[in-house]
């Protein structure tokens, strides 16, 4: 018997009445594998030339983030690991690095937050990689990964088998419900083969890491028309002037972000190699204004729906919260602090 009333309550609350097992509900593991499934089924399709994501900076931009849009609006967590593969054949394609083979699912795990970290080393053999990489999507599904990783105080790009024994996920490591699909864990490196892709930061300076984080914002732009949909339905059903009111507003972000992704798509073909220095203040200003878009969604259509869509729609109420995780790969203030430094300062650079 439970000592206390919290621990009564608790007891029901992990049994259900009668002593009846709680819902299963949601599983983070069939969200995960559907996703898995569905992001091999565009891999093959990209190899096949059934779906195209057109190289940045080669004369079609707009069609390579409309490419990612349309992935995005049918699912968030599927676009997520689909613009991983898309971003890493770009790259080794800038930089000269090994072609990604049929068949094979690349990621991109670049995240640098705070802890760990990933060491390189260079023995007789080659590069060998220790230490611990967070936030790599598509853990258990992709076959490759370009990581970043640090050689004393140098930092570097590098390719991986996941096959390797020494690559591990880190089970417990991705809790989220939003994004649960994307399988973004924490992954532990021990001695793992690597081969080096450019040279010391190029990752970092090469044009294309701007180009590339522009395509992620494609991506949130699609989930945000994703997320409409439930505003448009709820306004068509019936002539209502405050939810017409926040379909007006909606429709006028989404009619913005729309137009600043195909300009920025033009500037980027103009001038792919960034010789005019214009790709990072691009890249700021349309992620910043992006991610607003896509807040502003959020939350008309919160307001104007109501939580019936958020608590009977499955596919809106898993959608809302994808984009919620994923406009977070926005750094908020910080990202808005450069872009404005940058603003200011530039005549007196």
């Not at 690095?97 to 390189?120: D, F």
């Not at 490759?144 to 996941?162: C, K, S, Y």
């Not at 214009?278 to 939350?299: I, M, N, Q």
């Amino acid at each position: 018997m439970p000592s206390t009333t919290h621990d009564a309550i608790t007891a029901a609350l992990a049994t259900g009445p009668a002593g009846s097992r709680a819902p299963t509900g949601f599983s983070a593991d069939a969200a995960r594998a559907s996703t898995a499934a569905a992001f091999a089924d565009r891999v093959d399709d990209i190899d096949a030339g059934r779906l195209d994501f057109p190289l940045p900076g080669g004369g079609r931009t707009a069609a390579r983030f409309r490419a990612l849009t349309a992935v995005a609006a049918d699912d968030l967590c599927v676009a997520r690991l689909v613009e991983g593969h898309v971003d890493a054949t770009a790259i080794l394609a800038e930089l000269d690095g090994p072609q990604a083979g049929a068949g094979e699912r690349w990621g991109v795990w670049a995240a640098e937050p705070p802890g760990e970290g990933l060491t390189a080393t260079r023995t007789d053999q080659g590069w060998t990689l220790n230490g611990l990489k967070p936030y790599c999507s598509g853990a258990h599904s992709c076959t490759h990964a370009l990581v970043t990783a640090t050689e004393g105080e140098d930092r570097r790009l590098f390719a991986v088998a996941t096959a390797d024994p020494g690559c591990r996920p880190v089970p417990g490591t991705w809790r989220a419900l939003g994004m649960a699909g994307s399988d973004t864990p924490d992954v532990r490196f021990d001695g793992v083969h690597a081969v080096a892709v450019g040279g010391v930061r190029e990752y970092l300076t090469r044009p294309g890491f701007q180009h590339g984080g522009i395509g992620v914002a494609a991506c949130w732009y699609g989930g945000a028309l994703a997320v409409a949909e439930a505003l448009r339905t709820a306004a068509g059903r019936r002539e209502d002037v405050l939810t017409d009111a926040h379909m007006g507003a909606v429709d006028m972000r989404l009619h913005a972000a729309g137009t600043v992704l195909a300009q920025a798509a033009v500037e980027i073909d103009l001038d792919p190699d960034d010789t005019g220095g214009t790709a990072r203040l691009r890249s700021l200003r349309t992620r910043a204004f992006v991610e607003s878009v896509c807040a502003d969604v959020l939350t008309h259509v919160g307001r104007a729906t109501g939580a019936g869509p958020l608590c009977r729609d499955e596919r809106h109420a898993r959608t809302a919260a994808d984009l919620t995780v994923y406009i977070r790969q926005h750094h908020a203030e910080r990202n808005l602090a450069e872009l404005g430094g940058l603003v200011a300062r530039k005549e007196h650079s």
